[in-house]
């Protein structure tokens, strides 16, 4: 299939979703260094819960299973909340681009959960993968020293809670990818789920003693900029999801964490030496093999001798017929939320199955 400008630009879209995506740790940390770690936080997730309505809309609650809608919506706040919290908290700009990394561990573990949990067949690229991840973190925690153990423990020791959380979040958000792929029948709960966020936010604030919020123009500009990058991060990413290039997509995807890293440094002045960069490439790489390690090789489509005949149209719809009709293909992305699409075969204009595609920031 050639590409169109409509799949063009749709691409394009989904790659501006990635750079805006990109941009979150460091616009987070320079809200909560003004408005305090809940406060800021709880700002930044009620004006995206706003732009989100306008944006993608709210969708009708009836039509989701309990399961998705009370353990998504729960995992989804439980993971926003510590990664948020997790950037806020960090004791120096530096740890909050480390803490950052340290979240993106969730793609090699999401293909873990649907191993283990949803029966996802794998090849021996996962055990490299998961090493390679693990391996990262590593030396981007230890520092100028990179693969330094001693180092490594001593600086999550400076800060177990910020280390912890943004830890425990990559596993929250593993968890919820692997939930929307079992349970969300193609509805997109991002919306209430944005709006639960916001209020968890605001019930810990007013439970956490009113932190004071430091009001400026600074800080109310990161505010909306921060929401923004959210908002239009997602409509974008439905919009290239849906149609654009999936693989250009989905590979690139997995650069966030360099791309964060280098907006975080920018936005937080932060020089970050050469042993970084290094470690966020291998955790990089780590992912890219998990991702590899659960695409198995496509199916030959066997041709009998009563239809050898046929001509090479035919061929071709048939073998769209049995890809994309017999065999549904997921596709997992950034965000864990999946949306739905029909496609339909112009040749003798059936409608095939609805396919559901996964639409995924960590953040």
């Not at 910020?162 to 593993?174: N, T």
């Not at 291998?282 to 093999?289: N, P, S, T």
């Not at 030959?300 to 239809?307: L, R």
């Not at 997992?332 to 939320?337: H, K």
């Amino acid at each position: 299939m050639r590409a169109t400008k409509s799949s063009g630009s749709a691409t394009a879209a989904g790659l501006l979703a990635i750079v805006l995506w990109s941009s979150m740790v460091g616009m987070i940390r320079l809200v909560t260094d003004s408005l305090g770690a809940i406060g800021g936080a709880a700002m930044i997730y009620s004006c995206c819960a706003i732009l989100l309505s306008v944006t993608v809309g709210w969708p009708k609650l009836r039509d989701f299973s309990r399961t998705y809608l009370v353990t998504g919506a729960v995992m989804f706040a439980a993971y926003e909340v510590c990664f948020a919290l997790a950037i806020a908290l960090a004791d120096t700009p530096r740890q909050a681009i480390e803490v950052g990394i340290v979240n993106y561990l969730w793609p090699s573990l999401t293909v873990v959960f649907a191993i283990v949990f949803a029966g996802q067949k794998a090849s021996r690229l996962i055990l490299p993968g998961i090493v390679l991840s693990v391996v990262g973190i590593a030396v981007v925690l230890g520092g100028d020293a990179g693969l330094d153990v001693a180092g490594t423990v001593d600086n999550v020791r400076s800060n177990p809670l910020s280390y912890g959380l943004a830890f425990a979040g990559a596993v929250i958000w593993s968890g919820y990818c692997t939930v929307t792929k079992m349970f969300a029948n193609g509805n997109n709960g991002i919306t209430p789920f944005f709006v639960l966020t916001a209020v968890s936010f605001w019930c810990m604030y007013l439970l956490s003693g009113r932190e004071p919020m430091h009001l400026s123009f600074t800080a109310v500009a990161a505010t909306v900029v921060a929401a923004c990058a959210i908002g239009f991060g997602y409509a974008l990413w439905n919009v290239g999801i849906l149609r654009g290039n999936m693989t250009l997509l989905a590979a690139a995807s997995y650069f966030t964490p360099v791309l964060s890293a280098a907006f975080s440094s920018l936005m937080l002045a932060t020089a970050l030496g050469l042993t970084f960069w290094v470690g966020t490439a291998v955790v990089c790489l780590g992912a890219i093999l998990c991702w590899l390690a659960t695409r198995g090789p496509k199916a030959p489509v066997e041709v009998s001798e009563e239809v050898g005949s046929l001509d090479e149209q035919s061929i071709e719809e048939q073998s769209l017929d049995e890809q994309s009709i017999e065999e549904p293909t997921v596709v997992r992305s950034l965000l864990g939320t999946r949306v739905e699409c029909v496609v339909t075969i112009a040749s003798d204009h059936r409608s095939a199955p609805r396919v559901p595609i996964d639409v995924g920031s960590g953040s």
